[in-house]
Nanobody, 115 residues
Framework: QLQASGGGLVQPGGSLRLSCDASGSIGSAGWYRQAPGNQRDLVARIAGGLSTNYADSVKGRFTISRDNAKNTVYLQMNSLKPEDTAVYYC??????????????WGQGTQVTVSS
């Protein structure tokens, strides 16, 4: 139902764009990340009405956006730091006929920031 992509290895200060493709119409959606030994934490969320919220650690560097025509959510990550290294997961409410919006997690994509 959710397919995340776009992770990789990047040097500090670099940029990456993550994509999350959904199998249907998306309501609220977000990106989370989990570093080894840590819990999964919110990075950014975007509501159906386009309001957004961000973790303090990424404000001003990351931007979440969505393309409703493509059922896709993006996370543009700029000025990346080594501490941004984690597996990034997308999460979204997807419209399902007969059931309404159901919440799903994507499979995760690795982001490594290192020189």
């Amino acid at each position: 139902q959710l397919q995340a992509s776009g992770g990789g290895l990047v040097q500090p200060g670099g940029s990456l764009r993550l994509s999350c493709d959904a199998s249907g119409s998306i309501g609220s959606a977000g990106w989370y990340r989990q570093a080894p030994g840590n819990q999964r934490d919110l990075v950014a969320r975007i509501a159906g009405g386009l309001s957004t919220n961000y973790a303090d650690s990424v404000k001003g560097r990351f931007t979440i956006s969505r393309d409703n025509a493509k059922n896709t959510v993006y996370l543009q990550m700029n000025s990346l730091k080594p501490e941004d290294t984690a597996v990034y997961y997308c999460n979204a409410d997807i419209w399902t006929r007969g059931s309404g919006f159901l919440n799903y997690w994507g499979q995760g994509t690795q982001v490594t920031v290192s020189s």
